[in-house]
C-alpha cells in the first residue's frame, strides 16, 4: 500500500499537485488500487471466518457445503458464482477507499502543523497521530465494512426469496430499515482494537525507515 501510495504521490507532484489534494488523490488511487488486485483474497478469507461448523441450506433445498479451506473456497467460488464472485463487495470496499484516504489526509496534515510550529514529531508522537488519525477515519466509514461482509455472505445469497442484499444500495437500506442503524455499527469495538495499533505502529515504523518522508 505505501509503496503504491508513493509512487502515486510522486506522479501527482510531478503534474503540480500539492498539499491535502496531494494526499488525498495519492491515498484513494493506492487504496483502490489494492481493494481490487486483493479483492479475491479478502473474499475468500470472509467466506471461511463466516462459515458455520453446520452446512447451510440454500434456496433450492439442499445443502450450501462448507469449504475446507483457503483453496477449496477459491475453485468453489469460481466454480459456482465464476470469476465475478471474487470480486463481491468490492464497491463496499472502494466506498471505504474513503477511510484510508481520509487517514492519510489527517495524518499529514497534522504533520504539517506540528513542523510549522516547530514540534519534532519523534516516533512516538508519529504512532499517536497515526492512531487518532486512524481512529476517526475508520469509525467514521465504518458501515462499509458491515455491508462489504453482508454482500460476500454466501448463505444471504441463497435466500428462498433471492439475494438477500441485492447490491451496495441495497444493503444499506435493509440493514438499516431491520436492525437500525446500530446495525451499520455491528462489530466496531474489535475492528478499531484490531486496525487502530495496527496501523498506528506501521506508520511509526514506516517514518523510522523512510526518514520522516511519508
Known amino acids: ?6 509512487m502515486g504521490r510522486n506522479a501527482l507532484a510531478a503534474n503540480g499537485m500539492h498539499g491535502s489534494v496531494l494526499h488525498l488523490a495519492a491515498a484513494s488511487g493506492a487504496g483502490m488500487t489494492v481493494a481490487t488486485v486483493l479483492s479475491p483474497v479478502w473474499v475468500i478469507k470472509t467466506r471461511l471466518q463466516i462459515q458455520t461448523n453446520v452446512d447451510a441450506i440454500g434456496r433450492d433445498g439442499k445443502a450450501i457445503r462448507n469449504y475446507t479451506g483457503a483453496w477449496d473456497a477459491f475453485k468453489g467460488i469460481v466454480r459456482e458464482e465464476g470469476v465475478r464472485g471474487l470480486y463481491r463487495g468490492l464497491s463496499a470496499s472502494y466506498l471505504g477507499v ?16 506540528a513542523k510549522e510550529r516547530g ?13 487518532v488519525c486512524k481512529l476517526v477515519a475508520s469509525a467514521a ?3 462499509h465494512e458491515v455491508i462489504r461482509t ?7 445469497m441463497s435466500d428462498p426469496d433471492g439475494p438477500r442484499y441485492r447490491g451496495l444500495v441495497h ?8 436492525e437500525g ?14 486496525v487502530v495499533p495496527n496501523a498506528a505502529l506501521l506508520f511509526c515504523v514506516m517514518e523510522v525507515l523512510l526518514g520522516g518522508q511519508i
Do not use: I, N
Open 1 to 6: 500500500y505505501f509503496q503504491t501510495y508513493d
Open 98 to 113: 474513503t477511510e484510508g484516504a481520509a487517514h492519510f489526509m489527517m495524518y499529514q496534515g497534522l504533520k504539517t502543523e
Open 119 to 131: 514540534f519534532t514529531v519523534t516516533p512516538f508522537w508519529s504512532f499517536c497521530m497515526a492512531a
Open 141 to 143: 466509514t465504518y458501515p
Open 150 to 156: 453482508r454482500l460476500r455472505d454466501r448463505v444471504a
Open 171 to 178: 444493503a444499506f437500506r435493509r440493514v438499516a430499515e431491520e
Open 181 to 194: 442503524v446500530r446495525g451499520l455499527y455491528a462489530g466496531m469495538g474489535p475492528h478499531l482494537l484490531r
